[in-house]
């Protein structure tokens, strides 16, 4: 592979210097080199070859058990200014963070192998797609960039002599959390990442360029990079109109994604096309609409909990070609995680390497968990049996509605419509989700995470929040996306679910699309527009209209609590949120008070 970017070449080669690594190789995306990076691996025990009869061309990987997940705290953007990363994100200055890093990438190869990898996010070529360089000391990083995003050949001829790339670092060093760092450099469109070997931070082309970084450009572009999922609804007729979805976690964003339809809806003939579960980069076109790709050709996802039931599609994506993180190892080479559908494999080693039995417990009694809960697969796209035919297309697919979620147990309806696009993007600001038994915090507590971005927004949210409005703007009033929010997990005064949710959760679909087209009736409420019972297709559901009408109940209390909530949550932007996000929060308290005087 000839590369004939000489700035990038000058690049590497001082990186080279700097880092010292035993050999530098630059990966070219093919079999052969992907082959023999894999026996490399077996041959130290960083990867270990799966049973490859139940999982062909399958591998499992453990990670360093101080390094299981994304770290927040370590994770900075990096402006010159303070004010430009804003309330919601870690700052650190770039020369700081500049010397930093070097302080620990130098000489930190040193009886490793450098690799160096050309990606592209999205299409070789397409306007929406963005390349990067990444250079790391780990073939893990590379067998799962290989499945993430586009390598080799191609992307080097695209990137050509001059072209503009991502400079993507990356070095194990020591692992060592109290040094670990993951530093953002909007303004040099640069990224660092040392002493971690989590996917999340160090797959540098998924959170940290295609959202920290790409949020940057988007804004100054005139585009969006979000974190959402891409999903295509075909119709009985034929017709398919494509969704966007932000869903922070544990709110079933994959599991929608991959959605398979109830049979009552399959044998009307609905289908599902898997765009992406993820990432959506989002430009307007000449026809004043918003089209959307998604950047990746992979999925990187949660495995504890996923199976038969909750997510075919998923389980069938992962069969072949997959690496499987931080799940239970068997002797015979099987895996297994927590709410798989078969029984462990004896005898095992749970995530960390130590013998494990399913009924082990610790010395209070507590279960111990074989696989971490925030184990992970990594699967290419292509082998979803949902992947859509326009997964690849330069053009993307037009965006009919976009979704935000949250888990609220008692004050979100199971779906309502903002009034507006001004008004959707305080939907979207305002977006939470109430902590459950398995995320860190009291349970109960609500987590305010605008559009899902509280983490990945590469700039003050106060001008992320402009930013969305300005798009709105941008585009023609009759082709702009229609904004809905839905809940699917509102329960009853025994904590039980109202609604079924999973491949049920197609039913709200359909509505919504009738209401982007203009269809059916909705019923005003202070809070936006809600369904009518008779509109929403609930053939074959045992619910009684108690049930219904709870699903749909607005109260008064809950919300004007709630506005206050928001309120307090606004107040940390200062006099850089936009003036419309205060106008939206007092015509929402107006609205509740119009409910009350009657």
Known sequence: MKVIHQ?????????????????????????????????????????????QGKWPRGVYHRTDPRDV??????????????????????????????????????????????YVIPFSMGPVGSPFSKIGIEITDSIYVVLNMIIMTIVGEEVVTE???????????HSKAGLDPKKRLILHFPEDNAIISVNSGYGGNVLLGKKCLALRIATHQARNEGWLAEHMLIMGIEEPNGRIQYLAGAFPSA??????????????????????WTVGDDIGWMRIDTDGGLWAINPESGF???????????????????????????????????????GCDWEPPQPAWDWKGRPWKPDMKDESGVPIVGAHPNSRFTAPISQNPSSSFRREHHHGVQVTAILFGGRRARLAPLVYEAFNWQHGVFMGGIMASERTAAQYGAIGEVRRDPMAMLPFCGYNMADYFEHWLRMGVRMKRKMRPRIFHVNWF??????????????????????????????????????????????????????????????FQVNHQDWLEEANGIEEFFKQFGDRLPTEMWAQLEGLRRRLDVMEER
């Open 7 to 51: 700035e990038a070449v000058e690049w590497v080669e001082e990186l080279t210097q700097k880092c010292q690594p035993d050999e530098v190789v630059w990966i070219d995306g093919s079999e052969e080199q992907k082959e023999q990076l894999e026996e490399e691996a077996f041959a130290t025990g960083e990867l270990v070859k799966l049973d």
């Open 69 to 114: 997940a994304r770290t927040e705290e370590s994770t900075f953007i990096c402006t010159t200014l303070k004010e430009d990363a804003g309330p919601t994100n870690n700052w650190m200055s770039p020369l700081t963070a500049y010397r930093k890093a070097d302080e620990v990438l130098k000489g930190s190869m040193r009886g490793r192998s450098m």
């Open 159 to 169: 990137l050509g002599t001059n072209g503009i790339y991502t400079k993507c670092i």
């Open 251 to 272: 709110c079933g964003k994959t599991n929608l994604a991959m959605l398979v339809p109830p049979r009552s809806m399959q044998s009307k003939g609905y289908r599902i």
């Open 300 to 338: 990187f996802g949660v495995l504890p909990g996923t199976n038969e039931k909750t997510n075919p599609n998923a389980m069938a994506t992962m069969r072949k070609n997959s690496i499987f993180t931080n799940v239970v190892l068997g002797e015979d080479s099987d895996i297994w995680w927590e």
């Open 490 to 551: 509102r329960t009853d005064e025994n904590g039980d679910y109202l609604w079924p949710g999973f491949g049920e959760n197609l039913r709200v679909l359909e509505w919504i699309l009738a209401r982007c087209r203009g269809e059916v009736e909705a019923t005003s409420t202070p809070i936006g527009y809600v369904p009518r019972p008779e509109d929403l297709d609930l053939d074959g559901l045992d619910m009684s209209e108690t049930v219904v009408k709870d699903l």
